[in-house]
């Protein structure tokens, strides 16, 4: 049987009815259309499917759509503050050419934000440690690690700059 | 990948739970993560026709730690707060080492502690170290509650000592006696990612440089995790000495009853017994000195 939920995707609230078994990676990509979140591995392994769920990563393969009922979903699709601009992290991705295929790249830029936002300056072997959920079958790790590394340096450039002003 | 058709409930009681599960009688699985139990659905090795998702459950969340009561880990207290709970970090240093590591960020912010236990893998990285601690467990149905050591909580790989209709709703883990240390050690081909090849948790209390409690508990190396019991005798009453250390640890490695497989063969599970036996027994002194 079909059960109601009610969550906020990347700011804009949903009332959908999903099936018990549907997963979240599901709903996302075939009820709301964010097909920027993948799904790879369908066992928690690969970090594709990556998404947040009330500020934390999560595997959104693993996780039942109908318990995130009211909560609040971010997806790569949400990192961007608006349509014209790219968060910070995806700039990044794009100029360190921390983007091959492109398949592992929402989930890692969804877990570089949740490592940035609980450590701003993270070191090298943080950012790894903070990826080692997502996995590049491109093996493109040095740019990845590159890009995060640099986001993480303007992020913290903007904010002091927003301190002072 | 689909995962297979089941009715799913959600209560917000703990009575509401033990009375569904007991409703639906086999065939029902208690949901809290999902990174073990929705994993085995989507390979098709569980069908559960009903699933209950303890997540909604007031108060099952908890991570309290109290210095006459000890420490308490809800049922559905996630791995992460585990990992990052400052007396845990302070106190049970070897719970925040496996909490810390294993698996990955997106798996420590979903799984629980308690799922970690209650799936009974032979690895699972957070058995050791809470046996080593002297942890119980609190086992809840509707005739009642029970408490039973971790010790006798695993019975083989993925079958555990909870009865039919029972959840397991806490783990407590007594309060550090002073002049006490902890340490976990474990060992993977690749980070924590990989599950553990081998991983050892011990605990003891010193008189001065004698011991006068050990535990000793070895992962990945049975059925399940187990006591390394003639080290510990080994170790007992003794002043902690190099040579002694080192007799411990080959002690252990006898003991250790490791298969070849996938991760490591035998014959190496049984070597690095030894050196994180030794490198843990090693730490838990360190640390016994500076608490």
């Not at chain 2, 806490?170 to 924590?192: F, T, W």
């Not at chain 2, 002043?239 to 063969?265: C, F, H, N, Q, Y």
């Amino acid at each position: 049987m079909k059960r109601h939920i009610t969550l906020t995707v990347n700011g804009d609230e949903y009332s959908i009815a999903v099936d018990p078994w549907q997963t979240l990676n599901e709903v996302l990509r075939e009820d709301l259309n964010l097909t920027g979140t993948k799904l790879g591995c369908g066992t928690g392994d690969c970090g594709a499917c990556t998404v947040m769920v009330d500020g934390r990563t999560v595997s959104s393969c693993l996780t039942l759509a109908v318990s995130v009922d009211g909560k609040s979903v971010t997806t790569v699709e949400g990192l961007a503050p608006s349509g014209e601009e790219l968060h910070p992290i995806q700039s990044a991705f794009i100029e360190t050419g921390a983007i091959q295929c492109g398949f592992c790249t929402a989930g890692m830029e969804m877990s570089a934000h949740h490592l940035l936002q609980r450590n701003p300056s993270p070191t090298e072997k943080e950012i790894r440690a903070g990826l080692s959920g997502n996995l590049c079958r491109c093996t493109g790790y040095n740019q990845i690690v590159e890009a995060v590394a640099l986001a993480a340096d303007r992020m913290r450039a903007a904010e002091s700059k927003e301190e002072k002003s | 990948m689909r995962l297979p058709k089941f009715e799913y409930h959600a209560p917000t009681t703990l009575k509401g739970a033990l009375r569904i599960l007991e409703q639906e009688g086999p065939g029902v699985q208690v949901l809290a993560g999902g990174t073990d139990l929705v994993v085995k659905m989507t390979l098709g090795r569980l069908k559960p026709k009903a699933v209950v998702d303890v997540k909604g459950i007031d108060g099952l969340d908890q991570v309290r730690f109290d210095p006459n009561e000890g420490l308490t880990i809800g049922a559905t207290a996630r791995i992460e707060q585990v990992a990052s709970h400052t007396e845990v970090q302070r106190l049970y240093p070897a719970l925040t080492a496996a909490a810390g590591v294993m698996a990955n960020v997106q798996v420590r912010n979903m799984g629980t502690i308690v799922g970690n236990l209650c799936n009974a893998a032979p690895s699972a990285e957070n058995a050791p170290p809470l046996m080593a601690l002297g942890a119980d467990v609190k086992l809840v149905s509707l005739k009642g509650e029970r408490t039973l050591p971790l010790d006798d909580f695993f019975r083989g790989p993925g079958l555990t000592a909870i009865e039919p209709g029972e959840i397991m709703t806490a783990i407590h883990v007594p309060p550090p006696l002073s002049g006490s240390g902890n340490a976990y050690q474990r060992i993977s081909a690749r980070c924590g990612v990989d599950i553990a090849a081998v991983c050892v948790g011990v605990a003891a209390v010193f008189d001065g440089s004698v011991c006068s409690k050990v535990r000793i508990v070895m992962g990945a190396v049975a059925p399940v995790p187990m006591h390394a019991t003639e080290a510990e005798k080994l170790l007992l009453g003794q002043k902690w000495t190099a040579d002694l250390l080192e007799e411990a640890g080959r002690k252990a490695m006898e003991e250790a009853r490791p298969i070849s497989d996938v991760r490591a063969t035998a014959t190496y599970r049984k070597q690095m017994v030894n050196v994180l036996t030794v490198r843990a027994l090693q730490e838990v002194y360190e640390r016994a000195q500076t608490v």
